[in-house]
Structures are given as C-alpha cells and as structure tokens.
RNA sequence: UGGGGUAUAGCCAAGUUGGUAAGGCAGCGGAUUUUGAUUCCGUCAUUCGUAGGUUCAAGUCCUGCUACCCCAGCCA
C-alpha cells in the first residue's frame, strides 16, 4: 500500500516545455518515425547526479511518448576516453534504473559516415581545408564583438580541397597541420557559426577504432549526424548548447536530410554545496583527495549508491525538481528528503552510535548478560525483530548527554532519567572525567521494572536514546566504519588514531583541507568548497549473530544532531 | 545596442485562448510518539525583477529599464 504511494509519486509526471515541444510535433505529425531521444555521454568520467537529471528527462520523454531511448557514447576524442568509462556508465544506468537495454550506440562507429557526409560538403563548397594554426584560427575568428576575417583558404577551389581532405583522411599531414573547416559565416554575431572546425587530424588510437582514423569529427558536426542517423527526433541537451543549435541545423540541412531531429535545451542542475562538474571531479579522484570514483562523500552515482541513496530516492528526487530552462540551484536538504522519504518505509531501523560515551550500569550484575527483542520497524511489524545483548556496560552517543543541559535538552543529563531504546530506564548516578576535564564514563542506575514491553507506564521520560552494548560495540564501531568504506581506509592517512578515523567530524575537517588544496587555481571556489560530508548514522544493519553489516547509511535531519528548543 | 538565454517566496517550481498566485523542500506554531525521527493539524507571495502602458480585469499582452547566465577549444 505505501509503497505503492510512493510509486505513483516517483511516476508522477509533471508538465513541462518539453513535454510540450513533443507533443506539438506529435499532433502536427512532424515526424513519422517514433518519437526518439538519446543520452550522449562522453566516455571520460563517471555519472553522476546531474547526468541522472540529464538522463531522466530523455527518458522520461521516450518512456512516456511510447518512444525509444537510445544511449549513444559521444566519443569522438581518443585523447580524453576510455572504455572503463563507458563500462561504468552502462553500469550506473542500469543501477539506477535507465537501463538503455540493447540500445546502446557508439558515435565513433560512424566515422565512416561522418567522413562521407563531410565530403559531400566539401564537394557542395560548403567546407574547406584550412592551413592556418590553432592561434592563426583563433586571431581571425575575430571576438565577441568584432567580427571576423576570411581564412587566405577559404577560397580554395573544390577540387583542392577534395584532395586535401583525402590526404588528411590518408595520413599525409601531421597533427594539427590542417583542419576542415564549414564554410559558413566569418561575421557571424554567434561565434560558433564562423566558420567551425569540423575535422581535426589526430594521429592518436581510439579507444574502441584503434588506429583507423587519424582525422577526428568535432562535436558540433558530429552530433546532428549521429542523432540523425540512429533516427533521433528530440535532441535534448542542456542550455549552453543553446548557441550551437544554428550549426546543429546548418549541418543537417546542408546535408538535406529528411525530417531532421531538433536540438532543443533545457536548464542545468545544480545542487548546494556539491559539486557537479566532471572536471572537478576527475581532478578529486586524480589528485588523491578522494578514494575514487565511488567514495561516499562524491555525488557521482556511485559514491552515492555506497552512501545508501537507493535508485527510486534519486528518481523521486528527480521527478520533485522539475526542469525549466534556465540553471537552477537545489537545495540539497530536497534530496536528502527523497532518501528519507524512501527509507523511511523500507529501512529498518537500528540504533547506532557514532560518537560513543561510555556507561556503566553499577546496579546491573558484572556478570549478566540478556538478549532483548527489538522491532526492526517501529511501525511496520512485518519486518520482525532482531535481539540485542545487553550488559552493565553499554555505550550511548555523546551528543545525548549533556552534563549542564541547556534548557530545552530533553535528553540525558543529572536527574534526567531516560528510556535506552528497546531496554531499561537508566538515571545517573556520578560523571567520570580524565585529567583534561573530559567526561570518560558515565555511571548509572536501570530500574528493572520499566523493561520494555513489560507495560511499565507510571513514569514516562522525556527522551529515549540510542544505545549500543559495549562487549559488541567496540567491534561494531569499526566494522561500521570499515563498512562505510567497504573493508577500504577511507583517508590512507596512517597517522590517524583509530578514533579519528571513526569520528565522522575530523573526516570532514579532513576533507576540507584537502579541499583547499585540491582548490587550488579553480576558478570558483565556493564551488569547491564543501563536498558535503553530512551527518551519517546507519539506519539499516542487520545482526547476524555477532556480525553487524550495513547496507545503507542516511543522512539525517540537522534536527536530530543540534536538538530542538 | 556583439549575439543568445532566464527572471514567480530562503530553494525548486506550476501557471499556455488575459478572469483574480498550485505543489514540494526548508522554516515556524501545536498534537501524538519507546528514535527531538515518523505521523497529524495549522501557518508561510494583497503579489509575480523593475517602471510605465493597454484592459472591466495582467504573472500572462505592449514599451522602456535592470540583474544574472552562456559564447572568442583543432573539448564535449
């Protein structure tokens, strides 16, 4: 029942432009092929949630007009690819649930043609070889608000050009030496249209061709005709693509094709305090700063699925936002919301100490030991129960207890007593601190009479806190830990203690210095700033006998770590 | 006057023949609670970047202005 409810919500489909431009064109039978969208990733980088924003609007669009979604590697630059990525692309789509299926394409396989199509316009004097340099290009494309100059090659006749181009395709130059290029419009008040490189000679292998070419197709000339000929009607891409579009249709007119797909764009996501930028994030997972592609702290799809985001939270996620045309910045606290929302119903939910502080029960035996029932559910029954040790020495989280509360602290705190979850009441009896004034250990009376489920109602504390028993708790600290990481450090830093290492908070001041560093000469520092580390508590750890293993680790409301007034 | 794009609450975002500002997140107040969670109830834009204009009526139409984003790769 609920999760149905949470189903049709991750369904539901709110309107938008897009969905609009689509249907116009169904209803004036724009095209007669199905409708057909595609994702173009370019194999150099892991997915990550702003490329599950991408993804969902195409499929989303396909899905709903009945239409295909083909999944096409854009990978027409062997000097940036590589097939781990698209390995691992293919993976995180399935994961997530944009399995493309058996439609999955590769833009280099159409070299062959993209070659052709580019002689045709060499042939219709619509490209020409160019012999001047990269610098050469770039003084002569003239600025945003000069005009440009005709390249001394513009005019070379058609049948030189043929030749040239052959002889590019053939080998004879070096890299660099010519480009092809569109003859278009060297005045042009949009720069992308004076006069394109649309070909680049490359004496470099290919991932997945080898070494058959050594001429490359840029993207502007490349992707009209790669959506054109998987037969893709709506070529949807983010907003900066928005000044490209003119090339995008130059190219497929000049070729003359039929019912040509059309470009069209929508805004880019972004969320607070994470980064979204395939650079930046190659560069944390180069440099070091980060375990890889898959540390938990990274917003890549990965490093999410091991932070325990499940693939309906980041879809419900997804759906909540929107799409408008223009750049947005979400707070993140709507995606931490989504997770919630979703393991809310299907996590169970089990105690955890993060931060622990001893406490010793004084009037409970030494040698005792009893196993109590606990719900893995606090609503929903039919996700049983598990036992739990109990013993004099427990450990609680150190943020539950205050030893001068501020007012409004309703939990653990002299002459407040409070319920342990799923075990006794506890009251405090004496403070232990080290030398430094630190509070060590906390001692402590339980009245064997509020055991729970026991029906004990004549006193109701305030607050009821996590607790952990201390002769698995130590063990079950660092298995968390080595969990989160799986059985990996998570900083190589040796020096740390083991303690440091556990302490979510100098992970974080950690990362943040290291983020400094990564920083850097980036441009935009507040960018950089924060990979957002969180609050983590474990919401889903089995007990299998002394074994604790985790399987997802949530982020919690602020709420619960500042405490309420 | 280089060109293009976007402006609706702290954030995201509906609003499409002009008819009297959806929803979500966050927040706030309260009730319930063996997690300060969850759940529940209530509250949160006299106004849509701004200044004018048209109209009985404007977020929607017109004009001027302002702010922000994108473009000078042989990257995608």
Known sequence: MDRNETNNKIEKDPSSFLQRIVEKDLNEGVYSRGICTRFPPEPNGYLHIGSAYAINISYNIAKKYGGEFNLRFDDTNPLKEDKEYVDAIIDDMKWAGFDPKDRIFYGSDYFQQLYDYAMELVKKGKAYVCDLSAE???QYRGTLTEPGKNSPYRDRIIDENVDLFTRMKEGEFKTGEKVLRAKIDMKSPNMNL???VIYRILHEAHYRQGNQWCIYPMYDYAHPLQDAIEGVTHSLCSIEFKDHRPLYNWTLEELEFNEPPKQREFGRMNLTGVITSKRYLRELVAGGYVDGWDDPRLPTLRGMRRRGYTPESIKHFLGEIGISKDESTVDVSMLEHSVREDLRDTAPSMMA???????????YPNDQKELLEVQNHPKNPDMGTRNVTFSNTLYIEKDDFMEKPEKGFKRFAPGHEVRLRGAYFIQLTEIIKDDSGEITELRCTYDPETKSGSGFTERKPKATIHWVDANNAISAEARLYDKLIEE????????????ERINPDSLKVLTEIKMEKALGEAKSEDKFQF?????????NKHTSGEKLIFNRIVPLKDSWKKGKK
């Not at 993060?354 to 029960?361: A, D, Q, R």
């Not at 990996?488 to 303690?499: H, I, N, P």
């Not at 990979?531 to 919401?539: A, L, P, Y």
């Open 136 to 138: 050469e290009i770039r």
């Open 194 to 196: 004076r006069d394109p």
């Open 353 to 363: 100490v993060m931060n622990p502080l001893k406490v010793i029960i004084e009037n």
């Open 488 to 499: 990996e450090a998570l900083l190589k830093d040796k020096t740390l203690s083991w303690e």
């Open 531 to 539: 990979i957002r580390q969180g609050f983590f508590t474990v919401d």
